[in-house]
């Protein structure tokens, strides 16, 4: 698998789409310190403005070690997207291993009837390149 492939799911006209990548360069594998970076794509291909209110990772590397990541908004905000909008960020995640994968859920609120739902985050893989050859 490209580690660099697009992964998406679409729910409630909600798109998200993640691309990961290996960050070799801010990495050291001899100390187990395996860096990625995954950038996220929200497209609201609904007819109501949408907010993003908070996410669920859960991540889990080669070592069967799992974590749970939960916070509010993401990287520090609580983006706002009306109907054909969306919203792109980049964060990070380190792991122990050359292997591993993310998956969540995004929790949105429609700002016109105020209901919430969730938004699957696709589940994609994280590997070095020498991993995926």
């Given at each position: 698998m490209n580690p660099t492939a697009m992964h998406a799911s679409i729910a409630?006209?909600?798109r998200i789409s993640a691309q990961p990548?290996?960050?070799?360069?801010?990495?050291?594998?001899?100390?187990?310190?395996?860096l990625?970076?995954?950038?996220?794509t929200i497209?609201?291909?609904?007819?109501?403005?949408?907010?993003?209110?908070?996410?669920?990772?859960?991540i889990m590397d080669s070592l069967a070690e799992r974590r749970e990541v939960r916070g509010p908004g993401v990287v520090g905000t609580h983006p706002v997207m009306?109907?054909?909008?969306q919203f792109?960020?980049?964060s990070y995640c380190e792991l122990r291993s050359a292997m591993g994968r993310m998956q969540g859920t995004y929790l949105m609120r429609n700002l016109d009837d105020g209901t919430q739902f969730d938004v699957?985050?696709?589940?994609?893989?994280?590997h070095t390149p020498h991993v995926a050859n």
């Open positions: 409630n006209a909600i990548r290996y960050e070799a360069d801010q990495s050291d594998p001899e100390a187990e310190r395996f990625f970076s995954y950038r996220i497209a609201n291909h609904s007819r109501h403005t949408i907010q993003l209110v908070s996410r669920h990772w859960v009306g109907p054909g909008e792109t960020y980049t699957a985050i696709p589940a994609f893989q994280l």
